[in-house]
């Protein structure tokens, strides 16, 4: 199920931006929406897309919107390409499409950090907050790519070193505010297992006293 935290979904927007029609990322790949790379035509054509006139676009339409940006030049803004545009996708369109990716991703990440692949903890077991930032690193690399490119984050994961996570987190060609919201998700979860461990001598005293008020009847 994908993630309902509020907060998680802000911020993944605000990182990755919401742009309602089709533009080329700092790599050249066609994306539209929050950072939904189309991979090929059929994928953008798959889409529910509207013209300027708030009709439901053709098929026709959908392959000539794609192959027009597609051969323009890279490094421009989104908005740039927003003059070239004919066909829009709608923001309830965009939410369903996320929470898709989220839901793949989600399943993806349970296949990689499981028990026979080494992990302590299979992903769902996770701390919330670990989840959340694995999440928004395969959003932004592909579960693929966080699954085969980052050893030492994944043997911090292995043994729930959450310091040493947030240390090995950081990704190139993004902004340092979103490297540093991930280190923070991995670094509270840190402090969600201190507090852990605080609790429990206190549980280890109630255990022995209920054991004590046995003895005595």
Same mark, same amino acid.
């Given at each position: ?29 066609? /994306?539209?929406?929050? #950072?939904?790379?189309? @991979?090929?035509?059929?994928?953008? $054509?798959? !889409?529910? *897309?509207?013209?300027? +006139?708030?009709?439901?676009?053709t098929k026709a339409q959908k ?7 597609? /051969?323009?030049?890279? #490094?421009?803004?989104? @908005?740039?390409?927003?003059?070239? $545009?004919? !066909?829009? *996708?709608?923001?309830? +369109? ?110 280890q005293w109630l255990l022995n ?9």
């Amino acid at each position: 199920m994908a993630p309902k935290n509020f907060n998680f979904i802000a911020n993944l927007k605000q990182f990755e931006g919401q742009i309602n029609h089709l533009y080329l990322d700092s790599r050249g790949n066609p /994306t539209i929406g929050i #950072g939904f790379m189309m @991979a090929n035509i059929q994928q953008f $054509c798959a !889409l529910t *897309l509207y013209t300027q +006139q708030h009709e439901l676009a053709t098929k026709a339409q959908k392959k000539a919107e794609y192959n027009r940006i597609s /051969t323009l030049p890279t #490094g421009y803004k989104a @908005a740039w390409y927003g003059t070239h $545009c004919q !066909l829009h *996708l709608p923001d309830p +369109q965009c939410e369903g499409i996320l929470q898709k990716h989220l839901t793949l991703f989600e399943q993806e990440l349970s296949a990689i950090f499981s028990k026979k692949n080494g992990y302590k903890r299979p992903f769902k077991a996770l701390p919330q907050p670990v989840k959340y930032a694995l999440l928004d690193m395969a959003f932004n690399l592909g579960s693929h790519h966080l699954g085969q490119y980052w050893p030492k984050l994944h043997n911090a994961i292995k043994q729930q070193d959450w310091h040493y996570a947030a240390q090995e987190c950081h990704r190139k060609h993004i902004q340092k505010a979103r490297n540093d919201a991930t280190a923070q998700l991995f670094l509270a979860a840190k402090g969600q297992q201190k507090n852990s461990l605080m609790r429990l001598p206190l549980l280890q005293w109630l255990l022995n006293k209920l054991r004590t008020k046995k003895c005595f009847r």
